[in-house]
């Protein structure tokens, strides 16, 4: 899916040939055994996995996920997406990615620990602040990169800051960090909600998935003064046409780490969630939601994309085909947790820390004019607005890559 995509935007770009492979291809891809000894005695070998797509603007920086379904390839094609997101929104970064095969909600605490651990400990050789930086992602939140960094630190002796982002504000993290992501989904949904012309007051918003991207986007939304009626996890979903009581949701989750047995919204499935009538439709999920089986029955405004790839190639065709959806692509519209990462690794960087009101408005800066460079590529090219941002970012990163050469 990724490599159809990029073969698309090269296309529109006429990339030289020369360029293409050297553009698309990763520059390293890792796989390593992690062994853990479980509470139990049992010794347990898990399969990590980190794919540095590209150097040439900077360090590669990423997310780790810790997940049952983590291969080689998916990890591959999140990295992809993350070298054209960075330069999309102009960061000094190359993508990368990093994952382990394993359901973190089946470990201890102290098991967690030791698998986090041991593989910051395999990476040590291909990780640094200026060669790849760790952040969370599915399934792994700030304590993990706490431990990381405490690993890395004690391999070198003192304390490092920036070789991850996520981390707890106490030991450098950003104030901000933990809700960019999902604040970042709901900032642009609300700019093009005006340009659609569509009042946040009156606005309706389903979210598929309710992780770290999809609660704090529906606290978000609610911010803005949107009414969020359908909400989801890997319990099933939920909808109450009158709005759902985030904070209660939230409470309900942190005390059963799951929406199971919620009883203040109509339980329904998965599917009937993606297809309720709405201003704003929300994956903030896995990958592939939206298909060829269901694109033409969601009945949304405006998808907006905060997993990364929820869209398939089938459905983002039939999609284009429809003038009554607007798509906000993910490489911009998931982009605010990579940025605010960034923000966090300068202020690592110069031991110099600011407020969230200064990082919110930072972010905000930057997806406006991400928004608007996206949105003047689409009218020059005429194409798809996800064409638009992809053409944006691919551009970029082969074009430092000619203005660099080719090192013999």
Same mark, same amino acid.
């Given at each position: 899916?990724?490599?159809?995509?990029?073969?698309?935007?090269?296309?529109?770009?006429?990339?030289?040939?020369?360029?293409?492979?050297?553009?698309?291809?990763?520059?390293?891809?890792?796989?390593?055994?992690?062994?853990?000894?479980?509470?139990?005695?049992?010794?347990?070998?898990?399969?990590?996995?980190?794919?540095?797509?590209?150097?040439?603007? =900077?360090?590669?920086?990423?997310? @780790?996920?810790?997940?049952?379904?983590? &291969? +080689? !390839?998916?990890?591959?094609?999140? #990295?992809?997406?993350?070298?054209?997101?960075?330069?999309?929104?102009?960061?000094?970064?190359?993508?990368?990615?990093?994952?382990?095969?394993?359901?973190?909600?089946?470990?201890?605490?102290?098991?967690?620990?030791?698998?986090?651990?041991?593989?910051?400990?395999?990476?040590?050789?291909?990780?640094?602040?200026?060669?790849?930086?760790?952040?969370?992602?599915?399934?792994?939140?700030?304590?993990?990169?706490?431990?990381?960094?405490?690993?890395?630190?004690?391999?070198?002796?003192?304390?490092?800051?920036?070789?991850?982002?996520?981390?707890?504000?106490?030991?450098?993290?950003?104030?901000?960090?933990?809700?960019?992501? =999902?604040?970042?989904?709901?900032? @642009?949904?609300?700019?093009?909600?005006? &340009? +659609? !012309?569509?009042?946040?007051?009156? #606005?309706?918003?389903?979210?598929?998935?309710?992780?770290?991207?999809?609660?704090?986007?529906?606290?978000?939304?609610?911010?803005?003064?949107?009414?969020?009626?359908?909400?989801?996890?890997?319990?099933?979903?939920?909808?109450?046409?009158?709005?759902?009581?985030?904070?209660?949701?939230?409470?309900?989750?942190?005390?059963?780490?799951?929406?199971?047995?919620?009883?203040?919204?109509?339980?329904?499935?998965?599917?009937?969630?993606?297809?309720?009538?709405?201003?704003?439709?929300?994956?903030?999920?896995?990958?592939?939601?939206?298909?060829?089986?269901?694109?033409?029955?969601?009945?949304?405004?405006?998808?907006?994309?905060?997993?990364?790839?929820?869209?398939?190639?089938?459905?983002?065709?039939?999609?284009?085909?429809?003038?009554?959806?607007?798509?906000?692509?993910?490489?911009?519209?998931?982009?605010?947790?990579?940025?605010?990462?960034?923000?966090?690794?300068?202020?690592?960087?110069?031991?110099?820390?600011?407020?969230?009101?200064?990082?919110?408005?930072?972010?905000?800066?930057?997806?406006?004019?991400?928004?608007?460079?996206?949105?003047?590529?689409?009218?020059?090219?005429?194409?798809?607005?996800?064409?638009?941002?992809?053409?944006?970012?691919?551009?970029?990163?082969?074009?430092?890559?000619?203005?660099?050469?080719?090192?013999?």
């Amino acid at each position: 899916m990724a490599c159809k995509q990029f073969d698309r935007a090269a296309n529109i770009l006429q990339m030289d040939t020369k360029l293409r492979q050297r553009v698309k291809l990763p520059k390293r891809c890792m796989a390593v055994s992690c062994p853990v000894q479980l509470d139990n005695g049992e010794v347990v070998i898990y399969e990590g996995f980190r794919v540095q797509h590209h150097l040439t603007m =900077g360090p590669t920086k990423g997310g @780790l996920r810790f997940h049952p379904k983590v &291969d +080689l !390839g998916e990890v591959a094609a999140l #990295a992809m997406w993350m070298s054209w997101k960075c330069a999309l929104v102009g960061l000094p970064y190359g993508g990368a990615k990093g994952g382990i095969s394993v359901d973190p909600q089946k470990l201890s605490l102290s098991e967690l620990e030791h698998l986090s651990r041991r593989y910051m400990q395999e990476m040590i050789p291909f990780v640094g602040p200026n060669t790849d930086v760790m952040a969370p992602d599915m399934g792994t939140n700030e304590q993990v990169m706490a431990w990381m960094m405490d690993t890395y630190s004690n391999h070198i002796g003192s304390s490092v800051h920036a070789i991850v982002t996520g981390k707890p504000v106490g030991i450098g993290g950003s104030q901000g960090r933990r809700e960019a992501t =999902g604040h970042g989904v709901a900032y @642009l949904t609300k700019s093009y909600m005006k &340009d +659609l !012309g569509i009042k946040p007051s009156e #606005a309706t918003v389903v979210i598929q998935g309710f992780g770290n991207v999809g609660s704090e986007a529906a606290i978000a939304f609610n911010n803005f003064g949107m009414k969020v009626i359908g909400i989801s996890d890997v319990s099933g979903a939920y909808y109450n046409k009158n709005g759902i009581d985030i904070k209660a949701a939230l409470q309900h989750t942190a005390k059963n780490l799951t929406l199971e047995g919620w009883k203040e919204a109509e339980s329904i499935t998965n599917a009937e969630l993606l297809e309720l009538k709405c201003d704003a439709l929300v994956p903030a999920a896995l990958e592939q939601v939206i298909n060829k089986e269901n694109a033409a029955k969601i009945q949304c405004r405006i998808l907006a994309e905060a997993a990364n790839g929820p869209t398939t190639n089938s459905a983002d065709t039939t999609l284009s085909k429809r003038d009554d959806v607007t798509t906000i692509p993910d490489i911009l519209c998931n982009s605010g947790g990579v940025i605010v990462s960034y923000f966090e690794w300068v202020q690592d960087l110069q031991s110099t820390f600011w407020t969230r009101e200064e990082v919110i408005q930072k972010l905000y800066k930057v997806l406006d004019r991400a928004k608007q460079q996206t949105e003047e590529q689409k009218t020059k090219l005429k194409v798809s607005r996800r064409e638009a941002a992809l053409t944006l970012g691919i551009h970029r990163v082969a074009e430092a890559k000619r203005i660099r050469g080719l090192f013999p």
